[in-house]
């Protein structure tokens, strides 16, 4: 009223007009309080992951931004933008985190579908108590760490605390900045991340770090994949997503029909195909056409 129409209205009057006329009142509830969870004494002991998506460019354009920071010292350990959030796009986070600081002995994530499995009606599910392993999972498992789930929001304080700060600061000097494309976002995370360490990373209560060194015969690219295995044709082909893949001959095999093959989708967006444990080379067949089956 005093904006739009200059009128001026003490507060006690106003509250007795409220009154008289019952019109109803804002209530103002006090904020939950959560008790905040004690660090983890060591880096590489945990490391909480979450997507924050956003209007980070300010185009109009909702992108996600993939972060990852370490429990027992708050440093960002890992900032991607991407276009969209699933299996593979963690699996470059936690591949990246990996190479470059070695395994931790855990991730702390949300509850969502690529990191646990939602298919509840299963029978062995109901019968057993026991959810199928994600691809995250098995990745994890095979390098020797593992995943925590969240129960809460609240739960994961220090990345969600991490997020509120990006969508206020980082937009501004995105925006100032000029980015409007993944590309471009991410080159300037490279140089923002080291400030924001520089500011809000404390001393671990132990100095000694957690990550183990990861062994050379780690395939990071095959480990962190989306694996399915296929039973080869009798014409040495196989299908996968549509399409039929013809497998070239090695010195030790002419024909792979009835093999069972592993075929990795890998994070570089190539198809990779391999028999027990050697890559086969091969050639795009045909495509199936919509009316064919």
């Known amino acids: 009223m005093l904006e739009q129409e200059d009128i001026h ?6 509250r007795s007009i409220f009154h008289i006329h019952q019109f109803p009142q804002r209530k103002h509830r006090s904020k939950r309080r959560y008790a905040r969870r004690e660090r983890k004494p060591q880096s590489g002991l945990l490391v909480q992951q979450d997507t924050s998506f956003h209007d980070w460019f300010s185009t109009g354009i909702t992108y996600a931004l993939i972060a990852s920071i370490d429990d027992a010292t708050n440093e960002v350990v890992f900032a991607r933008f991407f276009s969209s959030d699933g299996t593979l796009q963690n699996m470059e986070a936690m591949k990246t985190i990996t190479e470059t ?24 599910v109901q019968l057993s108590g026991k959810y199928d392993e994600t691809q995250i999972e098995r990745a994890l498992m095979t390098v020797g760490s593992t995943l925590i789930l969240a129960l809460s929001p609240q739960a994961k304080g220090r990345i969600e605390r991490l997020f509120e700060t990006s969508q206020d600061r980082l937009v501004k000097e995105l925006k100032l900045a000029g980015v409007k494309t993944i ?22 209560i132990n100095n000694t770090p957690a990550w183990r060194h990861l062994p050379n015969h780690f395939n990071l690219l095959l480990v962190f994949s989306i694996q399915e295995e296929r039973i080869v044709h009798n014409d040495n082909t196989i299908s996968f997503g549509g399409s039929y893949y013809l497998l070239s001959s090695t010195k030790h095999r002419v024909s792979f029909a009835k093999a069972v093959v592993t075929i990795h989708q890998c ?14 080379s091969y050639t795009m067949a045909w495509t199936k056409s919509p009316g064919n089956s």
Request: net charge positive.
């Open 9 to 14: 209205i003490r507060r006690e009057s106003l």
């Open 101 to 124: 600081r070695g395994i931790s002995v855990a991730f702390y994530v949300d509850r969502a579908s690529h990191f646990r499995t939602t298919r509840h009606e299963s029978i062995h």
């Open 183 to 204: 590309e471009e976002g991410n080159q300037f995370l490279a140089t923002w991340l080291p400030r924001v360490n520089q500011r809000f990373m404390v001393q671990p």
């Open 267 to 280: 994070i570089d967006g190539n198809l990779r195909i391999l028999y027990k444990g050697e890559e086969l």
